[in-house]
């Protein structure tokens, strides 16, 4: 589609960077309004963008409630290890079912 902008993918410096002009922004106008859109505008980034980076960043740096960068990390590792031990142990109960059918087969001759 192409109404859909392209995704661009910023580096963390580049995030950084933002959050930090935006409270720096705020601390000398003493607002918020209007601050994320003038520090995305001047940066030729997405407003969007921005202000999550800003939330997550508040959250993050712990002045606003939510889930951290580092636990959500952490909840995605722990879902795709939940994942793989699901797996491995559906492996082992039908390698076991298999065996003890084969035993009880021997074991009836």
Do not use: H
């Amino acid at each position: 589609n192409s109404s859909r902008r392209s995704q661009r993918r910023y580096s963390s410096e580049e995030k950084a960077a933002a959050v930090r002009m935006v409270r720096a922004l705020r601390a000398e106008l003493g607002t918020k309004n209007g601050t994320v859109k003038r520090v995305a505008d001047q940066l030729g980034y997405g407003p969007e963008s921005v202000r999550t980076w800003v939330c997550q960043a508040d959250i993050d740096d712990g002045q606003a409630p939510g889930v951290s960068t580092v636990e959500a990390r952490r909840l995605v590792e722990l879902e795709q290890e939940n994942r793989e031990l699901r797996r491995a142990n559906e492996i082992l109960k039908r390698a076991a079912s298999f065996f003890g059918a084969e035993l009880d087969r021997q074991y009836k001759k």
